[in-house]
């Protein structure tokens, strides 16, 4: 059974670095295929993909957001961190994590419940 | 980073059929045969419905299936129930292990 479940600040200020981590189990993220990726939901608007780490430890980025963000993994922890830094009030949203199914192509199967992060001052 | 093309709406009866398009280009949608569904009911999180352009997961009603041509994906779901009521997405591989997208569709039952 696979679960996910992200944690960190709730609130944060403008100008900080945000950190996320997503603590998984029921997989590994050293099985081929396998990936952990974040996407943040804004208040009342759509999904936004934002960076997915693979099991041979490439990891990718969204373009408009790649200078802002760094994707790390701890495979012995079953944890992956996703850090943001210059926070501002238009990154106030949901953070999920989810995991990459290894065997289809680029979906994601199982999500976390998601973390709200508030961004003032 | 453009998002994927959603309507914003759509509405069907019960018992309706409805279709949700995903409109893209050739460097993701009409590119790649990685177009994934997601529907999210208020204050959840998302839930695949379908991945590979038009597989089910296990467990996901058949009531829902999906199709691409060219550019553009599309979500069908025929027999519309009251629990089909939900924000659908679509996502999409976009070259170099990158992920898109789309802006989010509401569907209403009426």
């Not at chain 2, 409109?23 to 999210?40: E, I, L």
Request: hydrophobic share 30%; glycine share 10%; proline share 5%.
């Amino acid at each position: 059974q696979i679960t996910l479940k992200e944690s960190g600040p709730t609130l944060v200020k403008p100008t900080q670095t945000l950190t996320l981590t997503c603590t998984f189990s029921g997989f590994s993220l050293s099985t081929s295929g396998v990936g952990v990726g974040w996407i943040r939901q804004p208040p009342g608007k759509a999904l936004e993909w934002l960076a997915l780490i693979y099991w041979d430890d490439d990891k990718r980025y969204s373009p408009s957001l790649k200078s802002r963000l760094t994707i790390t993994k701890d495979t012995s922890k079953n944890q992956v961190v996703l850090t943001m830094t210059n926070m501002d009030p238009v990154d106030t949203a949901t953070y999920y994590c989810a995991h990459k199914a290894a065997n289809w192509n680029y979906a994601l199967d199982y999500w976390g419940q998601g973390a709200l992060v508030t961004v003032s001052s | 980073q453009s998002a994927l093309t959603q309507p914003a709406s759509v509405s069907g009866s019960p018992g309706q059929s409805i279709t949700i398009s995903c409109t893209g280009t050739s460097s993701d949608v009409g590119g790649y045969n990685y177009v994934s569904w997601y529907q999210q009911h208020p204050g959840k999180a998302p839930k695949l419905m379908i991945y590979e352009v038009s597989n089910r997961p296990s467990g996901v009603s058949n009531r829902f299936s999906g199709s691409k041509s060219g550019n553009t994906a599309s979500l069908t779901i025929s027999g519309l129930q009251a629990e089909d009521e939900a924000d659908y997405y679509c996502s999409s591989y976009r070259s170099s292990r990158t992920l898109v997208f789309g802006g989010g569709t509401k569907l209403t039952v009426l």
